[in-house]
């Protein structure tokens, strides 16, 4: 049996700071508050009321369309890991005792990378959210479009945004909320589709991802694609410890119900 380590080094300062600690802080380090990575169903527990959530679409998961080299394994190695059978987990919860459509990204499973699955989960979910009129939270993460779903995975953007769109005209609530990192894809289109953006400290938030952009070879601003620029030239509206995350989606949803 493999030996559980009994602490964790922090990505960003190297900290070592002990596993109880790391997990009662929200996997946020306690000395440079760096926002670590959450799964899926850790950000639900995070954000919603206990044992209130009902899961949608859990039997959609992708195929290998294309027959792309090793993306079968990749699939059935992830599925395995993060107990999700596609890179979204999607449904309805309480969020402070209000009905609220939830979809939240998961990182852990092909990197978060938006493909034909996580498009049909976003759009069913503004669909459900939009006749039953509940307000919407998604949770982004995402390393950017699915190379190995080529068109399929693009035309997500279109569908996606297309559903925001008919979700806005009703004057129905969305919350967006961003997490580290959002590329790509999902930036362009669901992502940055909301009435109210939130981002986490230092979340890292773009189109062109660190190696398109490293190709450039330009000098780049300080804090370029983090959310602490991003609100500061307007791109997003408020930055949020992820303690506090679910206080202000509740007040949030309770100002606009």
């Not at 938030?205 to 952009?213: D, M, Q, R």
Request: glycine share 8%; with cysteine.
């Amino acid at each position: 049996m493999p030996e559980i380590s009994e602490t964790i080094s922090c990505r960003n300062c190297d900290t070592q700071i002990p596993t109880q600690t790391f997990s009662k802080n929200l996997k946020v380090c306690p000395h440079c508050d760096y926002h670590h990575y959450m799964s899926a169903y850790e950000r639900l527990s995070l954000i919603v009321d206990q044992d209130t959530f009902e899961e949608y679409d859990a039997n959609l998961y992708s195929i290998d369309s294309l027959e792309f080299p090793e993306y079968p394994e990749k699939l059935e190695r992830d599925v395995a890991k993060t107990g999700l059978r596609s890179e979204m987990l999607s449904g309805i919860a309480e969020i402070g005792g209000y009905r609220t459509a939830i979809a939240i990204g998961d990182v852990g499973f092909i990197g978060g990378t938006c493909g034909s699955v996580i498009g049909e989960k976003v759009t069913r979910c503004i669909e459900r959210a939009l006749e039953n009129r509940l307000p919407l939270v998604v949770v982004s993460v995402s390393g950017g479009m699915r190379m190995q779903e080529g068109t399929l995975a693009l035309m997500q953007m279109a569908k996606t945004a297309t559903a925001c769109a008919e979700y806005a005209k009703e004057g129905v609530f969305y919350i967006s909320v961003v997490t580290d990192p959002t590329f790509g894809g999902a930036t362009a289109s669901y992502t940055s589709l909301g009435d109210v953006i939130i981002a986490e400290p230092g979340a890292r938030i773009g189109f062109a991802g660190p190696l398109a952009v490293a190709s450039l070879r330009e000098e780049l601003p300080e804090n370029f694609q983090k959310a602490e620029s991003l609100l500061a030239h307007g791109f997003i509206d408020t930055i949020v410890h992820r303690a506090d995350m679910r206080q202000l989606l509740t007040d949030l949803i309770d100002f606009a119900s």
